[in-house]
Nanobody, 119 residues
């Protein structure tokens, strides 16, 4: 089994920063893509940031220039550095990992961490 455990969410004022972490544990061969999604109340879950195993990244337009995704392959961990936070960034943030296990690709989700941007 594979588990993704997120941390780093919380309450922050507009303009502030947070750093989310997501660590994968369990039995697997490797991790391909890793992503951060978010879901605000009453809205669909959206892809925020994406990083390949080689470190190539992509972002949704609304966070470009403010958020940065990175990963530490030795620690099987993905990070999301969020700067210049806005109230509209308020959401539950989820990590997703594409894991190579038993000769197949599997997608796993973390439990989510709440980010609230408010004064």
């Amino acid at each position: 089994q594979v588990q993704l455990v997120e941390s780093g969410g919380g309450l922050v004022q507009p303009g502030g920063s947070l750093r989310l972490s997501c660590a994968a544990s369990g039995t697997f061969l490797s991790i391909n893509n890793m992503d951060w999604y978010r879901q605000a109340p009453g809205k669909q879950r959206e892809l925020v940031a994406h990083i390949t195993s080689g470190g190539s990244t992509n972002y949704v337009d609304s966070v470009k220039g403010r958020f940065a995704i990175s990963r530490d392959n030795a620690k099987n961990t993905v990070y999301l550095q969020m700067n210049s936070l806005k109230p509209e960034d308020t959401a539950v943030y989820y990590c997703n990992a594409e894991v190579v296990r038993n000769g197949r690709l599997w997608a796993y989700w973390g439990q989510g961490t709440q980010v609230t941007v408010s004064s």
